[in-house]
């Protein structure tokens, strides 16, 4: 390995680019091996060579003479007045939403992509892989093996008389951010006001101001620290104020830059940034008027950060009334001249996030912007109709539509219904449209339109009424986990809707059935992927439905019960939302309940039934995040059961104690071989074993 990384090194460094290039993806590559693909002898080469590898990675950021005149060129094209070129804007996606119960991490994949741009243009290049590979290095290798080398370069650097290679420095510095970040914080004192000097200076690079930007935001965590411990109290002004003071500046790629970095800033320092959001929101919206498409994209996506990450203060007092209005003037605008344009995906995203968020602080727009969304709808369908061969993302406006809706539904809540009613228009067509989104083609519209619905039928059930039987019949025809997404937000939907009908179940008669076949096969993970490959949610979510319809009536479940009580207790069991999963057992108490016999029937031997019983009310009483076996056997862990669902505790001690008395010694046979935390867990909570 040692021969291999010496060579590796050596054509790192080669003039040739390309040559560069292809020797520099060897270290991003082995960045990016997990533990178990790594070997001592591996890392013990590399780490060798980190003192020459380091430096040469740094240097391989600098631009090249050819770049550079490029990028000087194109800084006189970005500050000149017109439009965007077609060829210079990316193409837009809707940004979508996760499905109803479905785990969301890791669902930040595309804003991670672009918060690691390392290049000025969309082609990938030795700079960009070279910094790129110092960023998965710097988390490889400790910040004592990699601070050493890399601060004497970096000085150089920032006190480069050639902004090129204080560019490059300053790329460096953020790049190394997510290994080094405490470890840099003794630096920070220094190097922060210099970021802010780049940023603000009048004569600056405007690829320096662009890259300052974005490393001052990936500081900004430090500058939170600072503020909220009154070490420099005004520090989050001082940063904001010198971000926000570019957004408008006449350079494109520079009101990018600063959009995005703000957006991060956000992220970061979250409500300590609201003392400032007025002049924030006054910037952006000033900026609305004078941006362009590129730049005026990752404006709009940053009014929607400003909502989702500093919460209901962003309605607090008149801000609203200083950046809704102009949000809503130019969705009307672009609109009117083409309901497809591009820049209304990201525009819709935003107040979808804005008046769920804010709440009934948006009512005084939410009739226009209601009518706004169904008129979008309306307009993208007729577009379509007419286009037979249409791609998923020539949809997208609906899905952005939808969105808006249901952010709508959810920050007013019970007064969406008065809203519906309120509206000339489309007071007597909201049912039908959302009929016909549930229906319809494209699975992104499908998903949206059963995240509306079941939102609808938690807050204002009446106003999807009169079309139950359809959004029902609807809604079971997605039960198709092929479309993972909208399967998962079709069975939440209609979990919420079996709620509403608890003490009716006249409602759900002619559907049962049906409905309870399909549950069955996505919680006994039949129907796709089997049980060793679940789909995220779905068998939490058709577990949480299994109950809520055993609710309404027990007989729907009960004689079907001993086919997939086991794996529906393994469902139960992963649930993470408190109130479903007290819904589940409730569910699933009421159907054992019509059905005693399904404890024998449902296992060969009943004490495969007992364990997964046992184990499933045990979840009850896990730690948040702690899922290691050892609280089985080590220290004692386990938690009461919590508080506000004392009822459902006392009905399933009640459940277990006739359970025991029923079966005897093949209870005993059975809980006598539990762990020691196990046994004392049900002694304690329950007066069990």
Same mark, same amino acid.
């Given at each position: ?128 892989? @070279?910094?790129? %590979?110092?960023? /998965? ?10 601070? +050493?080398? *890399?601060? &004497? =370069? ?102 990018? @830059?600063?959009? %995005?970095?703000? /957006? ?10 609201? +003392?400032? *959001?007025? &002049? =924030? ?409």
């Amino acid at each position: 390995m040692g021969p291999v990384s010496q060579f590796m090194l050596t054509a790192t460094g080669d003039h040739n680019e390309e040559v560069a290039l292809e020797a520099c993806e060897f270290w991003l590559v082995f960045a990016s091996f997990d533990e178990t693909m790594v070997t001592t002898e591996m890392l013990a080469a590399v780490e060798a060579i980190v003192p020459q590898l380091l430096p040469t990675l740094v240097k391989a950021m600098v631009y090249s003479e050819e770049k550079k005149e490029e990028l000087l060129e194109m800084n006189a094209v970005d500050e000149q007045q017109g439009e965007d070129r077609v060829q210079d804007v990316a193409p837009v996606f809707h940004r979508s939403k996760a499905a109803k119960g479905e785990n969301d991490e890791g669902s930040g994949g595309e804003d991670d992509d672009e918060d690691d741009n390392y290049d000025d243009g969309k082609d990938w290049t030795l700079r960009s892989c @070279a910094a790129a %590979s110092l960023d /998965g290095l710097s988390s490889v290798f400790p910040p004592t093996n990699t601070l +050493p080398v *890399l601060l &004497p =370069v970096l000085q150089e650097c920032l006190a480069h008389a050639d902004p090129w290679v204080r560019e490059a420095g300053i790329l460096a510095l953020g790049a190394m951010e997510e290994g080094c970040a405490e470890e840099m914080y003794e630096h920070l004192p220094l190097l922060h006001p210099y970021l802010m000097n780049q940023v603000v200076g009048t004569d600056t690079l405007p690829q320096v101001v662009c890259i300052s930007c974005w490393t001052l935001a990936k500081y900004s965590m430090w500058a939170a620290e600072e503020t909220a411990s009154g070490k420099q109290p005004h520090l989050i002004h001082q940063m904001t104020e010198a971000i926000v003071g570019r957004i408008l500046d006449n350079n494109r790629k520079v009101q990018m @830059a600063s959009c %995005s970095a703000l /957006g991060t800033v956000v992220e970061n320092v979250q409500e300590l940034i609201i +003392p400032y *959001l007025e &002049p =924030v929101y006054r910037t952006l919206v000033a900026a609305l008027n004078c941006h362009h498409t590129r730049a005026l994209l990752v404006t709009l996506e940053t009014f929607g950060s400003l909502a989702e990450n500093i919460g209901p203060a962003t309605g607090e007092g008149n801000l609203p009334s200083i950046y809704i209005p102009p949000l809503l003037h130019m969705w009307s605008q672009r609109a009117k001249a083409n309901p497809m344009d591009i820049v209304l995906l990201p525009l819709m995203e935003s107040i979808g996030s804005i008046a769920m968020t804010i709440g009934m602080s948006y009512q005084p727009w939410a009739l226009e912007t209601f009518e706004s969304a169904m008129g979008t709808i309306n307009a993208a369908m007729m577009i379509l109709s007419v286009n037979d061969a249409y791609t998923d993302e020539e949809a997208d406006p609906m899905v952005c539509a939808t969105d808006v809706l249901d952010g709508l539904v959810e920050g007013l809540k019970g007064n969406f219904a008065e809203l519906v009613a309120s509206s000339p228009q489309y007071k007597d067509h909201f049912l039908t449209i959302l009929s016909t989104l549930v229906g319809h083609d494209v699975e992104g519209v499908r998903m949206s339109a059963f995240a509306l619905m079941g939102d609808v039928a938690i807050q204002c059930p009446a106003v999807m009424q009169d079309g139950m039987t359809e959004l029902i019949t609807e809604a079971i025809a997605c039960i198709d986990p092929m479309y993972p997404s909208v399967c998962n937000n079709a069975v939440w939907a209609l979990g919420e809707i079996f709620l509403k009908c608890i003490g009716n179940p006249t409602a759900l008669q002619p559907f049962a059935v049906e409905i309870v076949q399909n549950l069955i096969s996505l919680i006994m993970g039949s129907a796709y992927g089997g049980p060793d490959n679940p789909i995220s949610g779905l068998i939490e979510n058709a577990s949480t439905a299994m109950g809520r319809i055993a609710k309404v009536n027990p007989t729907f479940v009960s004689n079907d019960l001993p086919r997939f009580l086991t794996q529906w207790l393994n469902g139960c069991a992963k649930i993470s939302d408190t109130s479903e999963r007290a819904d589940a057992f409730e569910g699933l108490l009421l159907a054992i309940q019509a059905n005693p016999n399904s404890i024998k029937q449902a296992s060969p031997e009943v004490d495969q039934t007992i364990n997964g019983l046992m184990f499933a009310v045990m979840s009850w009483h896990i730690p948040s995040g702690n899922i290691s076996t050892t609280i089985l056997s080590g220290n004692y862990a386990f938690t009461a059961f919590p508080a506000d669902h004392a009822d459902l505790h006392h009905k399933l001690g009640t459940f277990l104690h006739q359970l025991k008395d029923s079966l005897g010694d093949e209870w005993n046979g059975v809980v006598n071989h539990f762990p020691v935390n196990v046994r004392r867990l049900f002694r304690e909570q329950y007066n069990l074993c």
